[in-house]
């Protein structure tokens, strides 16, 4: 069965400070997709990437990065120069081709401090 | 990106009452659509898988007869929530998939049960 672990409850960093939100995964797929969602207090749901499982490529968006390792099953993101507004639950989260269904992982509530 | 309207965004309704909750996809055609429930602080976790014409496919632990799902269209999905309880409050998330694997989450819907 497939699931996603984010073993960080709660992070706080200091404003301008990098952030690393980690995420392991388990799938026996071979054709899957790993997603990332930022969830701010409002509740809606911000898409922010998805990478399925032939596209090892680190991405680079604006301040965000993600590194994907298959070696290690890990998809983790990386907030470069941190600012109050990136303050929020993180989600990552796996679907398998099987089924379409997304199951997300236990989320990351991120603090960003003036 | 595609667009995912649920309605509506927020309720509160009395014990032992049913609740509507409408997720439609504006601007395309949604096979499959999927039901989340969110309670405060805690991950999303899948509810059923809604396909267009048939029955819903309900997760372990989810009680169909309390929590009816309808996909009467290719764009329209319909949680209701029967005899509510207390403990049915809840934040409620539907996403639409596309045909290209990619799913677009509604707004929410904050069900206060009282």
């Known amino acids: 069965a497939q699931k996603v672990t984010q073993a960080q409850t709660e992070i706080s960093v200091v404003e301008k400070e990098d952030v690393t939100l980690d995420c392991v995964y388990e799938t026996r797929d071979t054709t899957y997709y790993l997603f990332w969602y930022k969830q701010p207090p409002s509740g809606e749901l911000v898409f922010l990437i998805r990478r399925n499982s032939f596209d090892e490529q680190n991405e680079i968006s604006g301040r965000y990065s993600w590194n994907f390792q298959k070696s290690t099953s890990s998809f983790n993101f990386t907030i470069t120069a941190s600012q109050v507004v990136d303050s929020a639950v993180y989600f990552c989260a796996l679907s398998e081709e099987r089924d379409d269904k997304i199951i997300f992982g236990k989320g990351t509530r991120l603090h960003i401090l003036p | 990106g595609a667009v995912v309207s649920q309605h509506p965004s927020w309720v509160i309704c009395k014990s032992g009452t049913s609740v509507k909750i409408e997720c439609r996809s504006l601007d395309f055609q949604a096979t499959t659509m999927f039901w989340y429930r969110q309670f405060p602080k805690q991950s999303l976790m899948l509810m059923a898988t809604s396909n267009e014409g048939s029955k819903a496919t309900y997760e372990q632990g989810v009680e169909k007869d309390k929590f009816l799902i309808n996909h009467a269209s290719l764009t329209l999905s319909t949680l209701t929530v029967t005899s509510a309880h207390p403990e049915d409050s809840s934040f409620y998330i539907c996403?639409?998939?596309?045909?290209?694997?990619?799913?677009?989450f509604g707004q929410g819907t904050r069900l206060t049960v009282v």
């Open positions: 996403s639409a998939l596309t045909g290209a694997v990619e799913a677009f």
